[in-house]
């Protein structure tokens, strides 16, 4: 009940209104199960006052069940040999076991503001103290399946030499710019291309994941076609990506009749190759609704990019200015999404549903264009 009452007040912070999909019914739902458990114990009085005497109670009993701290233990036994033990279930059931585990950890975290500072809440506040400092583990195999595709090398596909071959590809290397000493590289990984692009425009993190392993295997998988499994991407597996995935925006310039972002296709350097493909899937990835409509990506990718151009000019990552949210912190989603997504909702509204005269509408080119 505990967890349930700490998931509405999540749900509840992140959208208090319930506009979101299903996002009620969740509610709903949660209140539900609070109301059937309150109803079952003592007339549906309950001290709440115990809640965190007995959150902890259970925090303990299923940490033994399952053990935790022996998972924790052996993470990196299993990140060097890339097997898991099979004393501990499978992949699935450990990534279960500890998806739950942080659960309670939340809940207990929402609760140790109020509890009492001598009490059980002294070693409730110590336990997440230690978990604060050990839970950079299990970050890599056990967060999510995307995550061990890359950040786990031993696993599974990223055992393929293609796959080692473009994740080397796209490491940070001394050509760019200084990542700042306080940006937080995610998982047991170094750093890469996706990072900076992260710092400088304010990508999700999710976006970010999501796009690193949909770019690194496409360039493995373009790699492999061409029958050579070495551990680096040969030239021409990287040109007919990046001629593919870009194609939309050649096109687009062709026909405005401007530039490219490079004068010479053959001038280009590998690592401009990859930062603009990994730019544009970005760009795509978060694009909302308007990632259906192509000629609205090429325009953002094509402006963007010449500020993403003249920061690695620079020896220091700095934020885009085009990103920049009025707390100086970078946003893509904030900065650029929704200002399109609501220039186009209100466009709808205007044409009432599509039962506007057809002259008294405006097609998303001309939205575009007069924006």
Known sequence: MLVCKQERSMAQNLDPKSDGIGVLQFKVGLVTV????????????????RDIEH????????????RVGDIQIQEPTWRESGTFSADFGNCLEIKETMATWRTLVEVMKALSKDADPNGVGKLNTEELRRVEN???????????YKDVLLEAPPLAVGAFPEVRGAISAFRYTNQFPRLPANFEISGQRDADMFDLLECVFGFQKDNVRNQRV?????FANAQSRLGKPIKRIDEKAMNE???????????WCIHLRIS????????LGRDRKLILVSFYFLI??????????????????HHMARELDA??????????????TESRSVSFLEQISLPIYEALDAKAARNNNRKAAHSAQRNYGRLLVLS
């Open 284 to 301: 795509w990835g978060k694009a909302a609704n308007f990632c259906f409509l192509p000629n609205c990506v090429c325009y953002i990718f």
């Open 34 to 49: 609070i109301k059937q458990r309150l109803a079952k114990k003592h007339g549906g009085q309950i001290d709440q006052r």
């Open 214 to 218: 949909n770019v690194v295997l496409t």
């Open 134 to 144: 050990t839970d950079a583990t299990l970050s890599g195999e056990l967060t999510a």
């Open 260 to 267: 490219t972002l490079w004068n010479s296709f053959e001038a």
């Open 55 to 66: 959150l902890w109670e259970f925090y303990q009993r299923y940490t033994r069940l399952h």
């Open 241 to 251: 990506v990046f001629l593919k995935v870009l194609d939309s925006y050649i096109e």
């Open 311 to 324: 920061m690695l000019d620079n020896g220091e990552v700095y934020p885009a200015a085009s990103c920049k």
